[in-house]
């Protein structure tokens, strides 16, 4: 039964939101440039690629996460206006930070920020609020802060470190409402770790669509029991029209996190044209924003959602 998947192949687009600690970095750390227009990964990286200590890392970054300018409102009727139907947030990046309330660890918005804001339950009532589907980015492999912490302190085992996922996953499943989208990312080898996280998904909130990057990329398609749909690489479609259900995303410019440097922005004609594309070859878009340290979605990222808005108002529905 895949009726669940009515409401995603409808959508077609959504915005996707890179936002936490690495936002204030702004792809940097301590003076050098670590953003990819170096050649380097992206800035929500700068932790693994500055080789920051996890510790390091949330002492420096946590007591300045204090975005006074965010505001969910806002950014949930941008959305609306550029015609998106659903959006994802990184709820947890590879840095490990909770952009939600958890009781699984202390490194989170509400205990290790002045903040104090749950970021995933205001945007989750907002958006169903205005009627556009919410969804989370978790990253539930990678994740070096709890991952370098335990090897510092010796203690987190893997088992460990799998029941923070569950936990965090049971909280997410549990306390926002209808929670529409689970975007994992990046998975590792272990099919029974994926196959229980995806389980659990479907036990708590069946309707949830499911991102195939719940599995390493080496699983083949037939064994990633819980994928709904086949998450393709940034900016990548297939030549003819797909039938398997696939989605794409794209970022604005080099960088999905905030980067104070980049200036590789993509013009609105580039990302208009690429979304008339991806809705010629039956693929969703989940285009994205790397909001600034106080909580807005920069200018350039609105005048050019604001285009595809223009667009998706003339060519969107039918
Ligand atoms: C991952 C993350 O590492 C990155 O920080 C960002 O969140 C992005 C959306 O997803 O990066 C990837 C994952 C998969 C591919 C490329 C970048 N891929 O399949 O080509």
Redesign the pocket.
């Given at each position: 039964d895949d009726s669940h998947m009515e409401w995603w192949r409808d959508a077609r687009y959504g915005m996707?939101i890179?936002w936490g600690l690495y936002s204030i970095a702004g792809g940097e750390w301590k003076g050098k440039d670590y953003g990819k227009e170096q050649g380097g990964?992206?800035a929500?990286?700068v932790m693994n690629s500055a080789k920051i200590p996890g510790k390091e890392y949330r002492e420096t970054l946590a007591p300045q996460f204090n975005p006074t300018d965010f505001d969910a409102k806002k950014w949930v009727s941008l959305a609306k206006e550029a015609g998106m139907k659903y959006m994802v947030i990184?709820s947890k990046?590879?840095d490990g930070f909770c952009l939600f309330d958890t009781d699984a660890t202390d490194y989170n918005v509400m205990d290790a920020t002045p903040f104090k804001r749950d970021i995933i339950k205001e945007l989750s009532d907002e958006c169903a609020k205005q009627g556009i589907k919410f969804g989370v980015?978790y990253s539930q492999f990678?994740d070096w802060y709890h991952r370098s912490r335990a090897r510092e302190k010796g203690t987190l085992t893997t088992e460990e470190y799998l029941k923070l996922v569950e936990k965090n996953l049971d909280e997410l499943l549990s306390n926002y409402g209808e929670m529409s989208v689970l975007w994992f990312?990046?998975g590792g080898n272990d099919l029974v770790e994926a196959d229980a996280q995806g389980a659990r998904v479907r036990e708590l909130q069946p309707n949830a669509v499911i991102c195939s990057?719940l599995y390493s990329?080496k699983v083949p398609a037939e064994k990633q029991k819980f994928a709904d749909f086949n998450?393709?690489?940034?900016r990548?479609l297939p030549a003819t029209r797909m039938t398997e259900d696939s989605e794409t995303?794209m970022?604005m410019r080099h960088n999905?996190?905030y980067d104070r440097t980049d200036d590789a922005w993509k013009s609105e004609k580039d990302i208009v044209e690429f979304l008339a594309l991806c809705a010629a070859r039956g693929v969703n878009l989940l285009l994205?924003v790397g909001p600034d340290p106080k909580g807005n979605i920069l200018p350039e990222e609105s005048e050019r959602l604001k285009a595809a808005g223009a667009w998706m108002a003339v060519n969107g529905e039918s």
């Open positions: 996707f890179h990964a992206s929500e990286w990184t990046h590879h980015y990678k990312d990046t990057r990329r998450s393709l690489p940034d990548m995303c970022t999905w996190g994205n």
